[in-house]
């Protein structure tokens, strides 16, 4: 069970993985849309270096770029990376648009873009814990992809509480 398949083994287990989101082709082609739909025409993509992410990029990310006409640019970075020097790099590359698969490195991340002079949008995914930790000068075209609603949220919308009940009656089975 989790909630976005980032490895390419766990988006082809259909049927042996329960993701609560959409496959990485849905959702890595979906992020580069939304920068389309922004206006972005240099995408910078920050992604952690291992085998999964330059898979992502090669076969869904990039493809999704040329298609819509939007220049991408993968940037890998160790598990803890100078996000001053990273923010740098892909600022001197001439992006417009960020998409930022960093979820425990978010937070310095885009202080460090918004601290360089960076004033595009930036996608960081499923990570709105960031939103109380940040600045909202600092979250200003900052966008998210989270469509989770936790059981303990408050007044969860209407429309997403059939979801959930579905959500938490199979979770109940499981255990």
Not at 97 to 113: F, H, I, K, T
Not at 130 to 153: C, E, G
């Amino acid at each position: 069970m989790g909630s976005f398949p980032l490895t390419p083994g766990a988006n082809a287990a259909t049927g042996d993985a329960y993701m609560m989101f959409f496959s990485a082709e849905e959702g890595y082609a979906g992020g580069v849309v939304q920068h389309a739909n922004n206006g972005t025409k240099k995408l910078a993509v920050a992604m952690v270096d291992n085998a999964a992410s330059r898979a992502s990029y090669d076969d869904i990310i990039e493809p999704a770029g040329e298609k819509l006409g939007i220049d991408t640019k993968a940037f890998y970075f160790p598990a803890a990376t100078d996000w001053a020097v990273m923010s740098a790099t892909i600022l001197s590359w001439g992006a417009d648009g960020v998409s930022l698969y960093a979820s425990s490195e978010a937070v310095p991340a885009v202080q460090a873009l918004r601290g360089a002079g960076f004033t595009g949008y930036i996608d960081v995914g499923s990570n709105t814990d960031i939103i109380p930790q940040l600045d909202a000068s600092m979250l200003d075209k900052v966008t998210f992809n989270a469509t989770i609603y936790p059981p303990s949220a408050v007044e969860i919308p209407d429309e997403i509480k059939p979801d959930m009940d579905a959500f938490n009656r199979y979770t109940a089975e499981l255990q």
